[in-house]
C-alpha cells in the first residue's frame, strides 16, 4: 500500500506577488490622495480669494483677482512689458539665479569642507563668517549696485552670497559628522588625505550638501530679484517693482507665480541629482518620503 506525501509548504512565489502588488495599491491610493489634497486646498484658496473679491469682502484693488492675474499672465506673454519681452526678463532673472547659484555651491562645498577638516582654519575663519552672514542681505545688494553698477554681477554675487551660507552650513556640520572610526580605518589602510576626502569625507557630507540645495536654489531667485528691485535694466525683480509703482497687483502676483514654477521646476530637478548621487544609500527606515 502505498502513501501519498502532500506537501503543506507556503507556495512563497505566489505570496510575494500578491503582497508586491497590494504595496503597489497601496503606493497608488497614497499618490492619489497626495494630489487629491493638493488640488483641492489650491481649490479653495483660490476659489476663496476669488468668491471673496467678487463679494468685496477682500479689495481686489490691493490685492488682486484670480482672474485678473490670469489675464495679466496671458498680456505678460503676449505684449511684453515695458523694458522687453517677458520671456527676456525670465531668462534675466534666472541666469542670473543659476549662475549665483553654481558659484555659491562651489564656495559652499569648498569652505564647508576645509573648515569641516581643520578646527585651526574654522576657529581662524568662523567669527568672519559669522560676521558677515549677519549682515543683512538687503545691504549687501546696495553695496553691490553701489560698487558694480545695475548690471548683471551684483545680482549674481547677492545670489551667491545667499547661497553660500546655506551649503556652507551644512557641509561644515556634513564633514563633522563623519564616522571617525571609518576615517581612522582609512589612514590605517594608507589611504591619502586627499583621497580620504574624495572617497569618504565628501560622500559621507553629500546628504548634507544635498539638502542644502533644496532651499538654496530658492535663495538664489531670492538674491537676483532683490537685486533687480534695488537697480536693473531688465529681470523679473524689475517687472515686480514696475507693477508695485503702477498699483498693478495683478502684475505682481502673475509674476509671482511664474518664480513659483521655476522655483519648483528647479527643486523637481535636484530631486532627480539627489536620486542619482545618492542611489548607493540605502534608505533609512524611518526616513520620511518625500513631497
Do not use: C
Amino acid at each position: 500500500m502505498s502513501t501519498t506525501t502532500v506537501s503543506t509548504a507556503p507556495v512563497t512565489g505566489g505570496g510575494q506577488t500578491s503582497a508586491a502588488a497590494a504595496a503597489k495599491r497601496k503606493v497608488r491610493k497614497r499618490v492619489a490622495l497626495v494630489w487629491a489634497g493638493r488640488v483641492g486646498l489650491a481649490a479653495i484658496v483660490i476659489g476663496g480669494w476669488q468668491a471673496f473679491t467678487a463679494w468685496g469682502i477682500v479689495d481686489k484693488f490691493f490685492f488682486g483677482q484670480p482672474t485678473g492675474i490670469a489675464k495679466r499672465l496671458v498680456e505678460l506673454f503676449q505684449h511684453g512689458t515695458e523694458t522687453g519681452s517677458f520671456y527676456s526678463n525670465i531668462w534675466t532673472t534666472l541666469q542670473e539665479a543659476l549662475i549665483g547659484f553654481a558659484l555659491g555651491t562651489v564656495a559652499g562645498v569648498i569652505f564647508g569642507v576645509a573648515l569641516g577638516q581643520s578646527r585651526f582654519l574654522s576657529e581662524v575663519l568662523g567669527p568672519y563668517i559669522k560676521i558677515v552672514n549677519a549682515i543683512p542681505r538687503i545691504v549687501l545688494g546696495s553695496i553691490f549696485i553701489v560698487a558694480f553698477g545695475i548690471g548683471t554681477l551684483p545680482k549674481v554675487l547677492l545670489a551667491a552670497v545667499l547661497v553660500f551660507f546655506i551649503v556652507f552650513f551644512n557641509a561644515f556640520q556634513g564633514v563633522r559628522e563623519v564616522d571617525r572610526n571609518i576615517l581612522a580605518n582609512a589612514k590605517v589602510l594608507g589611504a591619502s588625505q586627499l583621497q580620504i576626502i574624495r572617497h569618504v569625507t565628501v560622500p559621507s557630507a553629500l546628504t548634507w550638501i544635498i539638502a542644502s540645495l533644496h532651499s538654496a536654489f530658492g535663495f538664489a531667485i531670492v538674491g537676483a530679484l532683490v537685486g533687480e528691485v534695488l537697480g536693473a535694466q531688465s529681470g523679473l525683480g524689475l517687472v515686480i517693482k514696475t507693477a508695485q509703482d503702477q498699483f498693478d497687483p495683478n502684475g505682481v502676483f502673475a509674476t509671482m507665480l511664474v518664480i513659483a514654477v521655476i522655483v519648483l521646476g528647479a527643486e523637481w530637478l535636484i530631486g532627480k541629482l539627489e536620486h542619482r548621487l545618492l542611489s548607493w544609500r540605502p534608505p533609512a527606515p524611518t526616513e520620511a518620503n518625500s513631497l
